[in-house]
């Protein structure tokens, strides 16, 4: 994918990437916005975010820098595991360092999820009017 037409998009997308930081994109990219209240600005930027074209640039830019700086996943996870063996081998075990590495691990395998259940006795009708449902 090459850089998006609209150049105010495609300056986001590479400030987003730079910064990591939407909000900062935001205002770099659309300068007119610094004389937002900064709840609109946010509300914009995390907008832009989801549009599709503008996400799928900021992922392109993501692994190109990491094909360029030769970051895996891979080579992160040996990374950790070093991490992981000096910390667990120093005269006083560094507990701590070691489960922020696993932890670590887990999230770029995709294996750090966080699961909400809600419930309620609660329904949606077809208007969009809560009502108690009928206790069963």
């Known amino acids: 994918m090459a850089a998006l037409e609209k150049v105010k ?7 987003w990437h730079e910064l990591d930081n939407k909000t900062q994109a935001y205002l770099i990219a659309f300068p007119a916005s610094k004389r937002w209240k900064i709840e609109t600005v946010n509300s914009k930027a995390s907008t832009m975010s989801k549009d599709d074209k503008v996400l799928a640039r900021y992922k392109e830019l993501q692994e ?12 992160l996870l040996k990374e950790l ?44 009708t ?9 206790d069963e």
């Not at 998009?9 to 400030?15: G, N, P, V």
């Open 9 to 15: 998009h495609e300056l986001f997308a590479q400030k």
């Open 81 to 124: 595991n070093e991490i992981k063996e000096t910390a667990m081998n120093l005269e006083t075990p560094q507990c701590s360092a070691a489960v922020s590495s696993v932890m670590s691990k887990a999230k770029l395998v995709g294996l750090d999820i966080i699961k909400i259940e809600i419930s309620s006795k609660e329904e949606l």
């Open 64 to 75: 190109e820098s990491g094909a360029r700086h030769g970051i895996t996943i891979d080579s």
């Open 126 to 134: 077809p208007w969009g009017v809560i009502r108690a449902a009928a």
